[in-house]
């Protein structure tokens, strides 16, 4: 795939509608990870360096075409140390902007043409505008007015983020090392059946966790207990596991979870083999025999491709053992030059930051959705829009 990219444009002193993806966690009025934010600053510096006048267009969670400043992107605005500009179709901060300016526009969702792409809110959003640059990954599968519809009026480019999320992708989808294991966990096999089958043609070993796991071993026959799993998946999970020794691939489902009678942080943890678990079991995490056997196969790959925490990473320590022993695992034979290491997924990246070893994995993805639906080999819009006649 060969994008249209900035590096081959001449900015100075031209109005670039930059769309970048800031919908992080906000708590209190703080930003409690940035990494989204830090990971498109490479593509704001280098259109700032060149001269470019850059109004950056974002979303933050759900508004649903309403002006709801819980939703605010105010302090984003402060953690970046730019102005906010209230109204993103506000166009009167573009007679003061000088080369290098960079503002931030407010929520784009607060307007309900964004998710609709309504042709004539994206002319509003591209009016004055020189040229559009892309650099949302994690949004380029959805065909918003901020991501398609503006890219139809302007001239339109990937930025750095979003052309390096390609490029380590595609690398990985098209010639992977091998052995290429595969993780994929999560709550619901029902939002996960196309990329466990794109994984299956692609991997020769796929670990299936999380209550995505607890789904496949209930459709096995084992015991579940008062868990999260999708009782009307069994058929779908039966077929999955079917399509993946068509091609090859070895499907490794969990041996034991950790459980406990309560679903909450502080709950007494109890690790069970599945022929164990009691009525009441609630499953949380994986067991300790299943966490030595993923290290063990982490171990003997040289690509893994990770989605998905296996348990309640964030209920530290008692129920992240999981979810960190793979992370930990992952980033040890990465550093030691053995593995090529892929990651994506808003908890998944939460758990490597919690383990301090995100800065150790090959490539870690700014996308949740995208990264999955581009894995599964679907289109995402954003993406083509740029692509090179």
């Given at each position: ?170 690398s990985v989808m098209e010639n992977p090392r091998r052995p290429l294991l595969s993780i994929v966990a999560g709550s619901k096999v029902s939002t996960k059946i196309g990329v466990l089958k794109a994984l299956a043609r692609l991997s020769d070993k796929m ?32 077929e999955i596991l079917a399509y993946a020794k068509q091609n090859n691939c070895t499907v490794l489902l969990p041996l034991d979870k950790g459980v406990a009678k309560e679903f909450v942080p502080n709950a007494v943890r109890t690790n069970k083999d599945f ?47 999981g979810s960190f022993a793979i992370a930990r695992a992952i980033a040890e034979q990465t550093r030691a030059g053995k593995l090529t290491s892929i990651v994506g997924g808003g908890d998944t990246v939460a758990a490597l930051t919690a383990c301090g070893v ?32």
């Open positions: 795939m060969k994008l249209r990219e900035i590096q081959n444009i001449d900015v100075r002193g031209k109005y670039i509608l930059l769309r970048d993806d800031f919908n992080v966690q906000i708590v209190n009025g703080k930003i409690t990870d940035a990494f989204r934010i830090e990971q498109s600053m490479p593509t704001i510096t280098a259109l700032r360096t060149a001269g470019a006048r850059i109004a950056i267009c974002a979303h933050m969670g759900r508004p649903r075409g309403t002006r709801n400043m819980e939703y605010s992107l105010a302090p984003v605005a402060e953690y970046m140390h730019i102005p906010l500009v209230p109204d993103c179709l506000d166009k009167e901060f573009m007679t003061n902007m000088h080369d290098g300016d960079v503002v931030l526009l407010e929520n784009v969702r607060f307007y309900p043409g964004e998710e609709a792409n309504d042709p004539a809110f994206a002319q509003q959003l591209a009016s004055g505008f020189d040229v559009f640059v892309n650099d949302a990954f994690a949004v380029s599968h959805r065909a918003h007015a901020s991501t398609v519809g503006v890219a139809e009026i302007l001239p339109s480019y990937a930025g750095n983020l979003l052309a390096s999320e390609i490029r380590h992708l595609s670990i299936i966790g999380g209550a995505l796991g607890t789904t496949f071993n209930y459709a096995m026959g084992g015991r579940v207990g008062n868990s999260l799993y999708e009782a009307d998946q069994k058929d779908t999970a039966l022929s164990e678990i009691a009525d009441d079991d609630i499953i949380i995490d994986a067991g300790i025999k299943t966490t030595e056997r993923d290290v063990a196969e982490i171990r003997a790959a040289a690509t893994v491709i990770w989605n998905g925490t296996v348990g309640m990473a964030e209920w530290q320590p008692t129920w992240s053992y995100k800065d150790d994995i090959t490539y870690v993805s700014t996308g949740g959705g995208a990264f999955l639906e581009f894995i599964e080999g679907r289109t995402l819009p954003g993406i083509a829009i740029l692509e090179r006649e």
